[in-house]
């Protein structure tokens, strides 16, 4: 599940690497190892589904079995090997490790609200497997039918439902071998998400902008100050109006209902004004998003801000379709310097100040052709929405919502380093 960024493109080499050398060793044959994003030049790939009919005409003959991992998933190959000889292949089959909701999810929206434990689908961190015959069904499926849903959100659970379809297709098989954490016997185990590329970036590297209006004065950013205000070097609160007291800068936009479109391009010019200090990278955050600077630039380190980077929490719209993706706005969009030039030089604009900002950038981006970078540490919504399971083995960087929680105490539960190393 490889990405165009350059330094995801060096990752998923090296992991290619490791398996065919374990095939050599092997002496069994070479399995065929691709890289997701070199497939084609449509960004929507990593969706899945616009991929595997492409996957099915090239290889559907010659596999028996389609296997899916993230970049930092370690595969053993004799054991992958052998857990796969217990399924027949010539019957459908769609394996991985189980991740289940706890509560009805938004993320989700709210599936088997009546019982959310009910539905499993697989985590991509230990990796996930499709039998050749259900690979078949489901291209014949994709090139006739409609999907539901123009927005992929949540990847893993949509596939889960779309290949379970309404109790029509397989649910998920467990595989005990699938792992995060390693054990005994683990055909996959994961490293990390939040990789150590070296020190983290300096403070200085990062100018924060935070998005508020008069009304959220007094409740949201008081709770950003209380958290991790005190973590950035740079940060500037941008409202309707100017108060003092904050403070806060008045852009000449008036406040949006929805969208903030007219906002956030504001902010992009102004980053690259003489007016705020110049920095590699900007941070573009709600007034409710909930965050870790820390981790954020130790993140930061991977990647070039020469190159144009937008990172943050993907989503995509259209994307059977020849729709785009973009980097949904609440867990906080991250960008380069180098791709805030290229937008703001671009042209592109919003066709109102009340468009879906996050949208809009995603939508110029790809005409660009700057990738949408992601990294599943950025959340969208807060940590109850999200398998438990799953964000408990990650360093999240961020989450967004202040609703029915007590926004300080998530902050210190799942943000807050205990022991912060040495500020640079």
Same mark, same amino acid.
């Given at each position: 599940?490889?990405?165009?960024?350059?330094?995801?493109?060096?990752?998923?080499?090296?992991?290619?690497?490791?398996?065919?050398?374990?095939?050599?060793?092997?002496?069994?044959?070479?399995?065929?190892?691709?890289?997701?994003?070199?497939?084609?030049?449509?960004?929507?790939?990593?969706?899945?589904?616009?991929?595997?009919?492409?996957?099915?005409?090239?290889?559907?003959?010659?596999?028996?079995?389609?296997?899916?991992?993230?970049?930092?998933?370690?595969?053993?190959?004799?054991?992958?090997?052998?857990?796969?000889?217990?399924?027949?292949?010539?019957?459908?089959?769609?394996?991985?490790?189980?991740?289940?909701?706890?509560?009805?999810?938004?993320?989700?929206?709210?599936?088997?609200?009546?019982?959310?434990?009910?539905?499993?689908?697989?985590?991509?961190?230990?990796?996930?497997?499709?039998?050749?015959?259900?690979?078949?069904?489901?291209?014949?499926?994709?090139?006739?039918?409609?999907l539901k849903s123009d927005f992929t959100?949540?990847?893993?659970?949509?596939?889960?439902?779309?290949?379970?379809?309404?109790?029509?297709?397989?649910?998920?098989?467990?595989?005990?071998?699938?792992?995060?954490?390693?054990?005994?016997?683990?055909?996959?185990?994961?490293?990390?998400?939040?990789?150590?590329?070296?020190?983290?970036?300096?403070?200085?590297?990062?100018?924060?902008?935070?998005?508020?209006?008069?009304?959220f004065h007094s409740d949201r950013v008081?709770?950003?100050?209380?958290?991790?205000?005190?973590?950035?070097?740079?940060?500037?609160?941008?409202? @309707?109006?100017?108060?003092?007291?904050?403070?806060?800068? =008045? &852009? !000449? /936009? +008036?406040? $949006?209902?929805?969208?903030?479109?007219?906002?956030?391009?504001?902010?992009?010019?102004?980053?690259?004004?003489?007016?705020?200090?110049?920095?590699?990278?900007?941070?573009?955050?709600?007034?409710?998003?909930?965050?870790?600077?820390?981790?954020?630039?130790?993140?930061?380190?991977?990647?070039?801000?020469?190159?144009?980077?937008?990172?943050?929490?993907?989503?995509?719209?259209?994307?059977?379709?020849?729709?785009?993706?973009?980097?949904?706005?609440?867990?906080?969009?991250?960008?380069?310097?180098?791709?805030?030039?290229?937008?703001?030089?671009?042209?592109?604009?919003?066709?109102?100040?009340?468009?879906? @900002?996050?949208?809009?950038?995603?939508?110029?981006?790809? =005409? &660009? !052709? /700057? +990738?949408? $970078?992601?990294?599943?540490?950025?959340?969208?919504?807060?940590?109850?929405?999200?398998?438990?399971?799953?964000?408990?083995?990650?360093?999240?960087?961020?989450?967004?919502?202040?609703?029915?929680?007590?926004?300080?105490?998530?902050?210190?539960?799942?943000?807050?380093?205990?022991?912060?190393?040495?500020?640079?």
């Amino acid at each position: 599940m490889s990405q165009r960024n350059s330094y995801h493109a060096r990752r998923a080499g090296q992991r290619k690497e490791e398996i065919l050398q374990q095939a050599a060793q092997l002496r069994q044959g070479v399995p065929v190892v691709l890289l997701l994003h070199e497939l084609s030049e449509y960004e929507g790939d990593w969706s899945i589904l616009p991929v595997l009919p492409h996957l099915y005409a090239n290889y559907g003959q010659s596999a028996s079995w389609f296997f899916f991992i993230e970049e930092e998933t370690r595969v053993t190959l004799p054991a992958l090997l052998q857990v796969l000889h217990r399924y027949q292949a010539q019957k459908e089959w769609f394996l991985g490790k189980h991740l289940h909701d706890n509560e009805a999810s938004i993320i989700h929206h709210y599936a088997f609200s009546e019982d959310p434990g009910s539905f499993s689908y697989p985590d991509p961190a230990a990796g996930w497997a499709l039998s050749t015959p259900l690979l078949q069904r489901l291209t014949e499926r994709i090139q006739y039918e409609h999907l539901k849903s123009d927005f992929t959100i949540d990847l893993e659970h949509e596939i889960a439902l779309y290949i379970w379809e309404e109790g029509a297709g397989p649910k998920l098989t467990a595989v005990p071998e699938f792992c995060t954490e390693r054990r005994e016997n683990c055909a996959t185990t994961f490293t990390t998400y939040l990789p150590n590329c070296g020190d983290p970036v300096s403070k200085k590297d990062v100018f924060v902008a935070v998005k508020t209006c008069q009304n959220f004065h007094s409740d949201r950013v008081p709770v950003v100050k209380a958290t991790w205000e005190k973590d950035a070097e740079f940060l500037e609160f941008y409202s @309707d109006v100017t108060d003092a007291s904050i403070p806060t800068i =008045s &852009l !000449g /936009v +008036p406040n $949006t209902e929805r969208g903030h479109c007219g906002k956030t391009f504001a902010i992009l010019r102004r980053f690259l004004s003489k007016a705020v200090p110049k920095a590699d990278w900007l941070l573009i955050v709600d007034d409710d998003t909930l965050i870790s600077l820390p981790r954020l630039r130790r993140l930061l380190r991977c990647y070039d801000p020469k190159e144009a980077v937008s990172l943050g929490e993907r989503y995509g719209y259209g994307l059977i379709q020849n729709g785009y993706s973009y980097t949904t706005g609440g867990g906080g969009m991250v960008l380069s310097r180098a791709a805030v030039s290229r937008l703001i030089s671009s042209g592109c604009s919003c066709y109102s100040d009340d468009a879906p @900002d996050d949208m809009v950038l995603g939508r110029c981006f790809t =005409s &660009l !052709g /700057v +990738p949408i $970078t992601h990294s599943p540490l950025f959340h969208q919504a807060r940590p109850d929405d999200y398998s438990e399971t799953l964000i408990s083995l990650q360093q999240a960087i961020s989450f967004h919502k202040h609703w029915n929680i007590d926004p300080v105490a998530v902050y210190k539960h799942w943000l807050q380093d205990t022991h912060p190393r040495d500020e640079l």
